[in-house]
């Protein structure tokens, strides 16, 4: 199964210049507890905004060009979402990271979304598509408050896919 993760302004920006807009450690945390062990799959210009390539996670990217090639272990480059059949009807659970595109491509093939709406709107150049309440339910929320090292209030909000099994 595909799952999305994501945090969000509150007007559903949620990148700039190919870079993320804020830096919010406990968010951050939450990604890396929730990935670790599991697929991440991103769009190229995703992949090329990390840093690094990270660890204990295999990166699937998806990228038109055929002659895209990273060397490294962890890291496969897919040319089709077609190719992702096997993650979207595995039991297991496997996550989409971004970015703009890559939502709205793969959002309609997702059962869960782990989404940290952050309370602040902010200016942007990329965008989480609309969250339609026909087809998604909130299970569960969780409030974080700005503090020293996190400098904007926010929820850890968690959909499902109505009528969905997982
Ligand atoms: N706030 C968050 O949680 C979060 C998370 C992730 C990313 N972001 C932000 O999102 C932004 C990047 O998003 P984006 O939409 O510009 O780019 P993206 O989704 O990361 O990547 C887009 C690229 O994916 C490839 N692609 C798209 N559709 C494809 C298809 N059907 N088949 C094969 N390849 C395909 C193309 O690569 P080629 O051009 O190489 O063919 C395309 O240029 C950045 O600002 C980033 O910081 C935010």
Redesign the pocket.
């Known amino acids: 199964m595909l799952s999305i993760?994501?945090?969000?302004a509150k007007n559903n920006i949620?990148?700039?210049?190919?870079?993320?807009i804020w830096h919010i450690p406990e968010d951050l945390k939450r990604f890396k507890n929730l990935t670790s062990g599991h697929t991440i799959i991103?769009?190229?210009?995703?992949?090329e905004?990390l840093v690094r390539v990270l660890p204990n996670r295999h990166h699937i990217i998806?990228?038109?060009?055929a002659e895209?090639n990273i060397n490294d272990e962890n890291v496969e480059v897919?040319?089709?979402?077609s190719m992702l059949d096997q993650y979207i009807n595995d039991s297991q659970e496997h996550f989409v990271?971004?970015?703009?595109?890559?939502y709205r491509?793969l959002m309609p093939y997702c059962n869960k979304m782990y989404i940290t709406e952050i309370n602040q709107d902010f200016e942007?150049?990329?965008s989480f598509p609309t969250i339609n309440p026909d087809e998604w339910e909130i299970i569960e929320t969780e409030k974080g408050l700005k503090d020293e090292k996190n400098p904007y209030d926010y929820t850890f909000v968690t959909y499902i896919r109505k009528n969905s099994q997982n």
Do not use: H, P, Y
Not at 5 to 8: D, G, N, P, Q, R
Not at 62 to 65: A, E, S
Not at 97 to 102: L, V
């Open positions: 993760i994501v945090a969000k949620i990148g700039k210049d190919n870079q993320l991103m769009g190229r210009k995703t992949f905004s998806l990228c038109n060009d895209m897919l040319e089709d979402i990271i971004g970015g703009a595109t890559m491509l942007g150049d990329v």
